[in-house]
């Protein structure tokens, strides 16, 4: 057996450093070791034998690759047990330290030869390996140091200027195309919109609609990817929405999971139009990079016990023992901060409802007679993943992919969504008064109007319905801008001598996405209760129900209106509702709702 250790320091506080130094596929790619094929074998008792090939030279070489351990942002190691070549097993840990105003990160690895004749070769091995981390941590330090301010190109390619044309900021596009041309091909095999956003300092929903846009002018391929709902990698590919099924499985954690809108479907794009590669290999699996919501991670062995630390800022998370058994917990302000004595077994043990905040010790004990990997988890994933609610709750979305839905039979939940509905009062009346002409003349504007001041908001249109619109938005808050914005909007529309008006009313809430007359339609409860929340206000005013009108946001803004609330019993819902309304930002007064 032979350890070595080798440290280096980065500019950077440990979580700035993590993100860098916890991607083990990135760090191997930059090292230069050779990539790896990974096969995942499901056991029958939960757990995964993970089998690891590398084809190094003339050898090829397999191992048995034990689960990752971590606790974010200060260490991660991994053990490897070869079933041929020199060495007998390897293992790695990489911790992260702050010192003198950055951080240290130490790598000490152990490895053991197969046999004496090996011995002597360990150090040459050894020290080829850190000489590839050596340039891996310069690579880091230099992003590190990357001015997020750096001055944009201002040259904008011949095939990017369509977008400078469909008006786009034209440093932005130069900054984009120059991302799609020299970047790394992993970077530009699986571009996450929101990443790029904050790498290249535009706005996130800006740099979506950026990406939907070289979409549809043949510069990057849109791509559905369904991501495990415990390590949130990547468990399927789709070119089309279409093809999303409901059940899928996880190999690698050997659980059973249907996707969620607005958490494991997520739109990815790729430079592959640009001749840029994208089928790029494999450098490391399982590591801490793969699912920044996994705070830590442990590997016990059955009837065994571990220990370790986690950092729990205030939040809800989840304990995860793969293959076995789920509990949520909360973190909070507390003093209680002893030892937390984690029993797994058919159900997990020991952690209350809710904890302390702060860093924690676990002590962990498997009284399973298998294998079993313990994660922590935070209940909410990374905001810089784009899902299918997000993305398909844009207008851009809505106007260059229509075709793009579910297949037939296919509903995906969505854990939350804000529906939208409008109406003209008195519709009927201005078609008999001021003629079928004149009073279509003046719906089809008022749809335009609404579609102006919806999709700056981060909205989308879903359908119309007569003279009714149906709206969607991920952001409540959004959706109340909008809403009190939409009479005021159209206002400037008249049938005959008769101004339009229109009464607005909104939820938002949990629903179903599924396909309906070939367009991506929602449905549940919340749908109903916004069409109905709709049908309560009137002329010129913003319905809503109480819960919604105490959203964070919405309650700051109610504060300066006056608005009426009522007790009242709504068609189809059953339980009484306090129905809030509020006069829109038209500066019209509200008039008594007429008939339809």
């Known amino acids: 057996m032979m350890r070595r250790e080798q440290t280096w320091h980065l500019d950077a506080p440990p979580e700035r450093v993590w993100p860098y130094v916890s991607d083990t596929d990135a760090i191997n790619r930059l090292a230069g070791t050779?990539?790896?094929?990974?096969?995942?074998?499901?056991?029958?008792?939960?757990?995964?034998?993970?089998?690891?090939?590398?084809?190094?030279?003339?050898?090829?070489?397999?191992?048995?690759?034990?689960?990752?351990?971590?606790?974010?942002?200060?260490?991660?190691?991994?053990?490897?047990?070869?079933?041929?070549?020199?060495?007998?097993?390897?293992?790695?840990?990489?911790?992260?330290?702050?010192?003198?105003?950055?951080?240290r990160v130490r790598t000490v690895c152990e490895l053991e030869g197969r046999g004496r004749l090996v011995e002597p070769f360990l150090p040459a091995i050894a020290a080829r390996g850190f000489r590839g981390l050596d340039r891996a941590m310069a690579r880091v330090a230099a992003e590190l140091r990357a001015s997020p301010d750096r001055p944009a190109p201002d040259d904008v390619p011949k095939r990017f200027a369509p977008l400078v044309a469909a008006g786009f900021d034209r440093a932005t596009v130069a900054r984009f195309a120059r991302h799609l041309r020299d970047a790394d091909d992993a970077r530009v095999a699986r571009i996450r919109p929101f990443e790029l956003a904050d790498e290249l300092g535009v706005p996130r929903r800006e740099m979506l609609r950026l990406c939907l846009a070289a979409t549809r002018a043949g510069l990057l391929d849109l791509s559905w990817s369904v991501l495990c709902t415990s390590c949130g990698g990547p468990n399927a590919k789709l070119e089309r929405l279409g093809d999303l099924g409901v059940a899928r499985h996880c190999d690698a954690c050997n659980i059973g999971f249907d996707p969620a809108f607005d958490r494991s479907v997520e739109v990815t794009f790729d430079a592959g139009p640009l001749g840029r590669k994208v089928d790029v290999p494999v450098y490391c699996m399982g590591g801490p990079g793969a699912g920044r919501h996994v705070v830590a991670q442990a590997a016990l062995a059955p009837k065994s016990a571990v220990a370790f630390d986690v950092a729990l800022p205030e939040g809800q998370y989840v304990a995860r023992a793969l293959g076995a058994s789920v509990l949520a917990f909360a973190s909070a302000r507390g003093t209680d901060d002893g030892p937390l004595r984690v029993r797994v077994g058919s159900e997990i043990a020991g952690i209350p409802a809710e904890v302390a905040s702060g860093r924690r010790a676990f002590a962990a004990t498997n009284d399973l007679p298998h294998d079993v990997v313990l994660r922590i988890e935070k209940a909410e994933w990374p905001d810089t993943i784009a899902t299918a609610a997000q993305v398909t709750a844009i207008q851009e979305f809505r106007d260059l992919f229509s075709s793009d839905v579910l297949a037939p039979g296919v509903e995906v939940s969505i854990r939350t969504l804000a529906i939208l509905f409008t109406d003209v009062v008195g519709s009927t009346a201005m078609y008999r008064t001021g003629g079928d002409a004149s009073a279509f003349r003046a719906v089809s504007d008022h749809f335009?109007?609404?579609?102006?001041?919806?999709?700056?908001?981060?909205?989308?249109?879903?359908?119309?319905?007569?003279?009714?619109?149906?709206?969607?938005?991920?952001?409540?808050?959004?959706?109340?801008?909008?809403?009190?914005?939409?009479?005021?909007?159209?206002?400037?529309?008249?049938?005959?001598?008769?101004?339009?008006?229109?009464?607005?009313?909104?939820?938002?809430?949990?629903?179903?996405?599924?396909?309906?007359?070939?367009?991506?339609?929602?449905?549940?409860?919340?749908?109903?209760?916004?069409a109905r929340l709709q049908g309560k206000a009137r002329a010129g005013e913003v319905a809503m129900s109480e819960a919604d009108a105490l959203r964070p946001g919405i309650a700051e803004a109610l504060a300066e209106m006056s608005p009426h609330r009522d007790e009242l019993v709504l068609k189809g819902i059953g339980q009484p509702i306090t129905v809030v309304r509020v006069a829109a930002a038209s500066g019209r007064s509200p008039l008594p709702a007429s008939g339809p």
Not at 60 to 73: G, H, N
């Open 448 to 530: 335009e109007a609404i579609r102006a001041v919806i999709a700056p908001r981060g909205g989308a249109i879903v359908k119309t319905i007569g003279d009714a619109v149906m709206a969607v938005f991920v952001d409540a808050k959004d959706c109340f801008d909008a809403a009190m914005l939409l009479d005021g909007a159209v206002g400037h529309l008249t049938c005959g001598d008769v101004p339009l008006r229109l009464r607005v009313g909104f939820h938002a809430g949990a629903c179903i996405a599924m396909r309906a007359n070939d367009r991506l339609d929602y449905f549940g409860t919340t749908v109903n209760l916004a």
């Open 34 to 103: 050779p990539p790896v094929t990974y096969a995942c074998d499901p056991q029958a008792d939960g757990s995964v034998r993970v089998r690891g090939t590398m084809r190094n030279g003339p050898l090829t070489i397999r191992w048995d690759e034990r689960p990752f351990a971590w606790s974010a942002p200060e260490y991660h190691d991994v053990e490897r047990i070869f079933l041929n070549g020199p060495l007998r097993s390897f293992r790695a840990r990489t911790e992260l330290t702050a010192r003198d105003g950055g951080t």
